[in-house]
């Protein structure tokens, strides 16, 4: 028999298959999409392939076909239908075949490749046997010295249960790192993690469907008529915060699953909480598949085998569970579908809602998205009828929507309050402690962390291999670098000028949460910051304490935006909003105003009515006018307008070539090589500017220069700019890496 191999390499421009012999005995395991080892090329490593095609009658070709060596699967994940889809990804974001293949595989199927020494096939996970304090203080105190321990060990506080190949990988460190820590009793290393078993810890009573409202009657009937047709729709869902999506998603998958076939539901990974999954759950018994990163590798892949065997009939999960293997299709929710969790940050990069489109469209499916904030691109598909739209305007369970006031900060500068707490927001804070109401204070701030500065000379303390500030911890005086775990120990004199006078700088959760205890000092207050939230579910086990004990205050970054109703929740305070409204990219207002919209919409959620104060010096903001008017069209209108007046997504498409690699020069020039190319006879059909570095301009000694370039994007220009990339692909060095976003959302 013969395969039609497409083989795993790193090369840009091999996107060929080429042909192997299956030898007779292997035979009978031969199929569609299994992975197989393969010698390729002169070395004598075997190469991992992926078999696209089997052919039994051939011509016998002119040169002697070399055999596969074995089976890297049990059974196929990939096939026919997922060959087309990777190919169309390939096309779209310019990558090889392969790399969107790997997207199809089950989570922890690592390419041979990459981990030579390594059996991956088994689990082997490294985990924290000692708290973060004793490992700072162990840091601190430096029983612990090496600086490979403390690569290690920094990394895995904020990075817990991680695959051993992963670490070696990612952190460029041999194994024996691992077995010293090991030994020194740090981490241990597990085959299986603990983890909550999702469904098997779930001991929940059933529930019936609710007698929807009837806003929630009219989205039902009408996406359940597409449903029947079996044909391809995508439909919105823009609800109000507390409208009932989730009920609606409910009943649709209910008459999908009564019509014999199948839905997958995505979430942002933040929300993809027990109390999520018990939703479904408890309407829909064991019938479903978790896709969580928390669970362990095996326990994903054994969901990606419950759901190949056809034994599900529901698939839950974030963004990369759009790619199980579910047959008949017939509906796709993506909740919350503003979420920028929904946008691949790694390579391929790739837009979730464009792969479910071009999913449910193959599967002749529906897609539904939903949000209170859609994203501005998907609102104009809708009211241009490209999208189905449907409105829910008011909460159900008689709850109503939050009163929203802004608060003019110049107000209590006149009345000289230096506080980040206004007197007014005092005032109402006072009354829900006396009422036994709780408070969120949420503080807007895009970088949460705190630096450290010189006093003297206003030196930044950056990390060494990034060009980032390194965020302080304050109570261990230890700096770490969250982009690569570099880790400097108590910094007590500035680099630059020697001077001692080095303060922290920004560290706003804290210094709120320590003026508010000043304001109060009998209240229980919980803060959510980067800081508290270090370990895994630590996020979780707060929102848990909060909801369940007996705190007043809640404070916290945009971490509290998502999450759970919290019924005793009557009075959210959004504190530092001058900041957000800063723009610095053209998506920096949609995420402003979603991001205040959904704060906003944790108070009141249910019988007892929500306040929402807002402070801000800037009340005529067209952004904080609409959040406080509760009215996501009124942001709509204006930002569409500003949009088309400068020439950007939904009016026109960007695309971004990043290119990326340890030597700058070669990074540069590589640059410069794909700007010239796409340059050449471009007759106006696009604009592409020069390149440039991005924000941060290196991470972890890879520096990076971006290629911008605006169309309206059409095959014809997609076609002509695929061979320019070809031929960038045999021009550049070789040792840059080129990943291609089309309409990032960060520039
Ligand atoms: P959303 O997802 O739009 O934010 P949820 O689905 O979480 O809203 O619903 C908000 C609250 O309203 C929940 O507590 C839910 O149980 C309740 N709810 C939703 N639909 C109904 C209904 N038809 N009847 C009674 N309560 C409902
Ligand atoms: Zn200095
Ligand atoms: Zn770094």
Do not use: W
């Given at each position: 028999m013969l395969a039609k191999i497409l083989i795993n390499t790193s090369v840009n421009s091999l996107n060929k298959v080429y042909d192997y012999l299956i030898p007779e005995e292997l035979e009978p395991e031969a199929e569609i999409g299994k992975r197989v080892e393969v010698s390729f090329g002169r070395g004598k490593e075997l190469t991992e392939g992926i078999i696209v095609k089997l052919e039994t009658e051939y011509e016998e070709p002119k040169y002697k076909l070399k055999p596969i060596?074995?089976?890297?699967?049990?059974?196929?994940?990939?096939?026919e239908k997922r060959l087309k889809l990777a190919k169309y990804i390939s096309y779209v974001y310019f990558c090889n075949v392969y790399d969107a293949l790997k997207l199809m595989l089950?989570?922890?199927?690592?390419?041979k490749n990459s981990s030579k020494?390594?059996?991956?096939?088994?689990d082997k996970r490294v985990i924290l046997i000692k708290s973060h304090d004793d490992i700072m203080q162990d840091i601190e105190a430096n029983v612990v010295k090496s600086a490979k321990q403390i690569q290690l060990l920094s990394f895995l506080m904020y990075n817990?249960?991680?695959l051993i190949s992963d670490i070696i990988e990612g952190l460029?460190?041999?194994r024996s790192v691992i077995s010293t820590a090991q030994k020194n009793g740090y981490v241990d290393i597990v085959e299986c993690e603990k983890q909550v078993d999702f469904l098997k810890d779930l001991n929940v009573e059933r529930t019936k469907a609710l007698t929807p409202t009837d806003e929630q009657k009219k989205v039902i009937a009408g996406i359940c008529g597409y449903i029947y047709d079996e044909e391809y729709k995508q439909c919105l869902i823009?609800?109000?915060?507390?409208?009932g999506k989730t009920e609606v998603y409910l009943q649709l998958i209910e008459n999908v699953l009564n019509q014999g076939r199948r839905a997958i539901v995505l979430v942002p990974e933040i929300s993809l909480t027990y109390q999520t999954v018990e939703r479904f759950v408890s309407r829909f018994g064991n019938n479903i598949a978790i896709l969580h990163s928390k669970m362990t590798v095996s326990q994903r892949k054994d969901e990606y085998k419950r759901i190949k065997r056809g034994e599900v009939d529901i698939v839950i999960g974030?963004?990369?569970?759009?790619?199980?293997?579910?047959?008949?299709?017939?509906l796709v929710i993506i909740d919350?579908?503003?979420?920028?969790?929904?946008?691949?940050?790694?390579?391929?990069?790739?837009s979730t809602k464009d792969i479910a489109a071009y999913i449910c469209k193959e599967a002749g499916a529906v897609l539904v998205l939903g949000s209170a904030t859609p994203e501005i691109n998907t609102y104009n598909k809708a009211i241009n009828g490209q999208i189905e739209l449907f409105e829910m305007k008011n909460r159900a369970a008689d709850a109503k929507l939050p009163s929203i006031e802004l608060v003019n900060l110049r107000d209590d500068r006149i009345m000289g309050n230096t506080s980040s707490i206004s007197l007014k927001l005092k005032a109402a804070i006072e009354e829900n402690i006396k009422n036994h109401e709780q408070t969120m204070l949420f503080l807007n701030k895009r970088g949460y962390n705190s630096y450290l500065t010189c006093k003297?000379?206003?030196?930044v303390f950056n990390c060494p291999n990034c060009d980032v500030a390194m965020t302080y911890h304050k109570t261990n005086n230890l700096l770490l670098c969250h982009y690569c775990s570099h880790v400097e120990k108590?910094?007590?004199?500035?680099?630059?000028?020697?001077?001692?006078e080095i303060s922290s700088y920004n560290l706003g959760t804290e210094k709120l949460e320590e003026e508010l205890k000043e304001m109060f000092p009998n209240i229980s207050v919980l803060r959510m910051d980067a800081d508290t939230t270090v370990a895994r579910d630590s996020q979780a086990k707060i929102l848990d304490e909060f909801k369940n004990e007996d705190v007043d205050v809640l404070i916290g970054t945009q971490?509290?935006?998502?999450?759970?109703?919290?019924?005793?929740?009557t009075l959210v305070g959004i504190i530092g909003t001058d900041s957000l409204l800063?723009?610095?990219?053209?998506?920096a207002s949609e995420r402003a105003f979603s991001n205040i919209y959904q704060v906003s919409g944790?108070?009141?959620?249910?019988?007892k009515e929500g306040r929402v104060l807002i402070q801000t010096?800037?009340?005529?903001?067209y952004i904080l006018q609409a959040v406080e008017h509760n009215d996501y069209n009124e942001f709509f209108d204006k930002e569409i307008e500003y949009r088309k007046t400068f020439g950007y997504p939904p009016f026109i498409d960007i695309l971004l070539f990043e290119i990326s690699g340890q030597n700058l020069y070669d990074v540069k020039q590589n640059a410069q090589i794909l700007y010239s190319l796409l340059n050449e006879?471009?007759?106006?059909e696009y604009r592409v500017y020069s390149p440039k570095s991005p924000f941060?301009?290196?991470i972890n000694n890879r520096y990076r220069v971006n290629v911008m370039l605006k169309a309206k994007l059409n095959t014809k220009i997609y076609s002509s700019i695929y061979e320019k990339i070809k031929i960038y692909n045999s021009k550049a060095k070789n040792n840059t890496n080129l990943i291609v976003t089309k309409n990032p959302t960060f520039i």
């Open positions: 060596e074995s089976f890297l699967d049990d059974i196929s994940y990939i096939d089950p989570p922890g199927t690592k390419s020494s390594l059996d991956t096939r088994k817990d249960n991680v460029g460190i041999s823009h609800g109000v915060t507390g409208s974030a963004r990369s569970a759009i790619f199980a293997p579910v047959e008949d299709l017939g919350e579908e503003h979420d920028t969790s929904y946008y691949s940050q790694t390579k391929p990069k790739y003297q000379c206003g030196y108590n910094v007590s004199i500035c680099p630059k000028c020697g001077s001692e971490m509290i935006s998502k999450g759970h109703d919290m019924p005793n929740v800063a723009m610095n990219d053209f998506c944790r108070a009141g959620r249910s019988t010096s800037d009340t005529d903001n006879n471009n007759y106006n941060i301009q290196r």
